[in-house]
């Protein structure tokens, strides 16, 4: 029944879908010699973008959950800003493609698949209404006698069998052809169940990095300038060269244990993100990053520590990447909030091509984003631009910090 429903519903989108990108096309091209001709032709091209989020939703109705929507969340709301921005997005081209095969062949599979039942019901009853009034007419053929009738239904009830198989059949076609075309890839999704534990194990890990920063700081941190101290005024008052010489080198040593010291504190959590927050952050990483990065983030007040500590890795990975995949000469970052979700793009101009299954930078990039209820997404078309993408859900913490 849940295959019928799927097939009976994708005969209807399929046929309203062609009749109305017949429309846009007829008056596009009617109106083509005008300006105002590109209007109907875009929102033709375009018509795979609403045909993809109700296919989407339609896998309900298999008992399977939605897809979330593998577009872009907008920073702006303008109609020109919405049809560049989806115009230029590979899934809008795989949604296109997928409603093309719908109005020109899909539905009509799906209307075969929901009228063969129907008409071998009819035939079903041939008997009863045999039985009623006599010999009958069913579908162009008469049934003179109740042993016609009783063959017609018995081919009947076969029918109905071969077509739920066939209903089920195409329903998995249709699937997989959702899935692969229509959905995002895998690793973009996150598992719901387990990100409430994956959040509260991560909070659990701040709460421990900020002890041992502290630790660090307060206590090794201190001892070794100290020591280093002592080190010096012993330098210092010893006259004898090789003496001087091994205390020169261990005062050397305990400066460099100092350094590295600082450095892995950095490298837990900087401080800045601490201080500062997450634009000051990520500018003080693109300041120390080997080519010239543009920085944006419009991020009013403070994030929840957990968010800007996910946001902050996440770009430095994706960074990273850049520096040693992309051969890129430019590369950027910006950071918006829109409806309580932090979205954060890093994109570079490098030679693209990024394949998440041999870099396991992006997935643990997604896997650590998917801790707090967010996604990754990238687009990286063979010559480039490749723009990274997270979306992480989020709350400021102070209006005003």
């Given at each position: ?331 950027w970052v910006s950071g918006w909030i829109v409806h309580d979700m932090l979205i954060l793009e890093v ?55």
């Amino acid at each position: 029944m849940r295959a019928w429903a799927y097939a009976a519903t994708g005969a209807l989108l399929g046929g309203g879908t062609m009749a109305i990108v017949l429309i846009f096309v007829l008056v596009g091209v009617t109106l083509a010699p005008f300006v105002i001709g590109f209007v109907p032709l875009t929102a033709a091209g375009l018509a795979g973008i609403p045909v993809g989020a109700i296919e989407r939703r339609r896998l309900r109705l298999l008992g399977l959950p939605a897809h979330p929507s593998p577009h872009r969340i907008l920073r702006g709301t303008g109609p020109v800003a919405w049809t560049g921005t989806r115009l230029r997005e590979s899934v809008s081209w795989r949604e296109l493609g997928y409603t093309m095969a719908l109005i020109t062949g899909l539905w009509l599979l799906d209307y075969v698949v929901a009228a063969v039942p129907l008409v071998c019901l009819v035939c079903l009853a041939a008997p009863v209404v045999y039985l009623v009034s006599g010999p009958v007419d069913v579908l162009g053929s008469h049934l003179a006698t109740l042993a016609d009738s009783l063959l017609v239904a018995g081919f009947a009830g076969l029918g109905l069998v071969a077509a739920a198989y066939l209903a089920v059949a195409v329903a998995s076609m249709r699937v997989l052809i959702v899935q692969a075309l229509l959905a995002a890839p895998p690793y973009e999704v996150p598992d719901m169940e387990t990100v409430g534990s994956s959040g509260r194990l991560l909070d659990a890990f701040d709460a421990e990095r900020r002890r041992i920063e502290r630790d660090l700081h307060d206590g090794t941190q201190q001892r070794l300038v100290a020591l280093g101290v002592m080190l010096d005024m012993a330098r210092m008052n010893v006259e004898e060269p090789e003496l001087r010489s091994l205390l020169t080198r261990a005062h050397r040593e305990t400066i460099t244990t100092l350094e590295e010291l600082r450095e892995l504190v950095r490298g837990i959590h900087p401080r800045v993100l601490t201080e500062r927050g997450l634009p000051e952050a990520v500018s003080e990483l693109a300041r120390a990053h080997p080519m010239r990065i543009r920085v944006k983030i419009n991020v009013p007040g403070r994030l929840v520590p957990s968010v800007e500590s996910t946001a902050y890795f996440m770009v430095s990975e994706a960074l990273a990447n850049v520096a040693k995949h992309a051969e890129a000469s430019d590369c950027w970052v910006s950071g918006w909030i829109v409806h309580d979700m932090l979205i954060l793009e890093v994109g570079d101009s490098g030679r693209g091509g990024l394949d998440s299954r041999a870099d396991g930078g992006v997935q643990g990039m997604a896997d650590r984003v998917a801790a707090v209820g967010g996604q990754v997404k990238f687009t990286s078309p063979g010559g480039g631009p490749t723009i990274v993408r997270a979306e992480i859900p989020c709350l400021p913490q102070t209006a005003t910090a």
